[in-house]
């Protein structure tokens, strides 16, 4: 008998195919027999994964709720962003006022002497704008403004244009315009204006060799240059160049447009809504972190969130998170005043389920008695502070900072996903290293199988062969 042969995967298939061997379907039960023994393991670590990439996304809505949080106290952080101002005028027609800085609430009178006004001056008439005015020739012209040097501006083109257009080249702070008076014929002339306050007065001189252009002439100076003039509670003497005034009463701009004659009252407020919504929002951010905890260390039940409990696993961590939460939002500021040096200080407090709010008549009154306390408190009274700078910088600043860390790279959050991530990875490589002993477990029973399976064939066809021989003999001696 020759050795039995050991058939492969194809072979077998084929020889079912074709109805020879025992008619067991070798390949199922070699699939059953491989799963049966690999299975096991890889189920493990498939449920492994999942709970770990649970964890992952549990770790990501915890960040995300935290975010908000850092967001709530980053609104706090800038001392503009606290108070809104309102200013009014009892006269907005001609002296509307508009808040530009930071206030300080109240009432001021205000009176106006004088309004201030710039330098005018006219030149002689001229037949038309390309008048010669030196013969053809170049020509200079001395602008003196208040005290100072006499600068000396180069006329190439002995025309009133020309002269305008050197004028305004050597930017000196003199604007010339050429004006034609007449409404049918020719009257040009040229109106020199300075800036207004009366340091900016000016004269002009003209060489020798232009005369007549009327600058020095008293009747062509049609205005002279002075300051405003105003009083304000009471205090008088304050002047200033421009009829823009912004530093007379603190944070508001004075607008004169016409003297109105009679006292203005101007009236200063400064609301605390901006802050009341700002702390709410904190408190209401902090609550829904918490909420979030909940939900992520609750035990699923049917129709649960997909995020519930992914953090069922990893209950230490998230209250070590809860308790470094309320230790901020309990923490002293860098910047206290007085009595306020926490959030507690202006009404905040925590119910017996853990849960924060703002005692409205508390905060009221911090707000009412003091709000610059409670600005400086929350804000170290500044705007835009670098979080590198050693400077203190405010309580919302410094929470912000704290958990600018905690969801950074190096935070507890991150960490815990770097560590989740390579765990996957592991558990993904060893996925690969079970499958593939899962096919080779697979090749060796269709191998073991495929070898019974022929050398079941060919004994039957070895019992086919003696039945015959034995038929045979029979029929040989019925004759």
């Known amino acids: 008998m020759e050795p039995v042969a050991k058939p492969n995967r194809q072979t077998a298939a084929l020889m079912k195919t074709l109805d020879l ?9 070699a699939r059953s027999l491989a799963d049966a023994e690999t299975s096991g393991r890889i189920n493990t670590t498939k449920t492994r994964m999942a709970s770990v990439e649970s ?25 503009s962003g606290l108070f809104t101002s309102s200013v009014s005028s009892s006269d907005s027609a001609r002296v509307p006022v508009t808040a530009t800085g930071d206030v300080i609430p109240g009432q001021y009178n205000l009176s106006v002497q004088s309004l201030a006004a710039a330098t005018v001056i006219q030149s ?36 009133p244009a020309g002269l305008v257009s050197a004028i305004n080249a050597a930017n000196l702070g003199v604007r010339a315009t050429l004006v034609n008076k007449s409404a049918s014929g020719n009257d040009w002339q040229i109106v020199l204006q300075g800036s207004s306050g009366a340091a900016a007065d000016f004269n002009i001189t003209s060489s020798t060799a232009a005369t007549g252009l009327g ?27 421009s009829n823009k005034i912004s530093d007379a009463i603190p944070g508001v701009t004075i607008d004169l447009k016409a003297n109105p004659g009679a006292d203005i009252a101007i009236v200063v407020e400064r609301s605390s809504q901006p802050v009341k919504q700002k702390l709410q929002s904190v408190v209401d951010a902090y609550n829904e972190f918490n909420a979030a905890l909940n939900e992520l260390t609750r035990q699923p039940t049917e129709g649960s969130d997909e995020f519930t409990g992914s953090l069922l696993r990893d209950k230490q961590f998230v209250a070590t998170l809860r308790s470094e939460m309320k230790a901020l939002m309990t923490q002293n500021s860098s910047t206290p005043v007085g009595a306020y040096q926490s959030l507690r200080d202006i009404g905040l407090s925590f119910r017996l ?4 709010q703002i005692d409205e008549k508390k905060l009221d009154l911090a707000l009412t008695t003091n709000n610059d306390a409670v600005a400086t408190m929350l804000s170290a009274g500044t705007n835009g502070t670098s979080n590198l700078s050693l400077e203190p910088k405010g309580l919302a600043q410094d929470i912000s900072i704290k958990l600018g860390d905690m969801l950074g790279a190096q935070g507890v959050i991150n960490q815990r996903k770097v560590t989740g991530k390579s765990q996957i990875s592991v558990y993904q490589r060893d996925l690969v290293k079970l499958e593939v002993r899962l096919e080779t477990v697979y090749q060796r029973y269709i191998t073991q199988f495929s070898a019974m399976e022929s050398l079941v064939q060919r004994m039957e066809g070895v019992g086919s062969y003696l039945k015959g021989q034995f038929t045979a003999m029979e029929n040989m001696y019925k004759g």
């Open 124 to 159: 002689a008439s001229f037949a038309s704008s390309t008048s010669a005015l030196n013969s053809g020739s170049a020509f200079q012209v001395g602008l003196q403004i208040g005290t100072g040097a006499v600068s000396t501006v180069n006329v190439t083109t002995d025309t």
């Open 21 to 29: 061997g025992s008619g067991v379907d070798i390949e199922s039960l």
């Open 353 to 356: 389920d853990g849960t924060a």
């Open 55 to 79: 964890r992952l996304s549990g770790y990501s809505v915890t960040s995300s709720f935290l975010d908000n949080v850092k967001r709530g106290f980053d609104g706090l952080q800038n001392v």
């Open 215 to 241: 600058f020095s002439v008293p009747a062509n100076r049609l205005a002279t240059a002075r300051d405003a003039e105003i009083t304000v509670n009471g205090m008088t003497g304050i002047k200033r160049s």
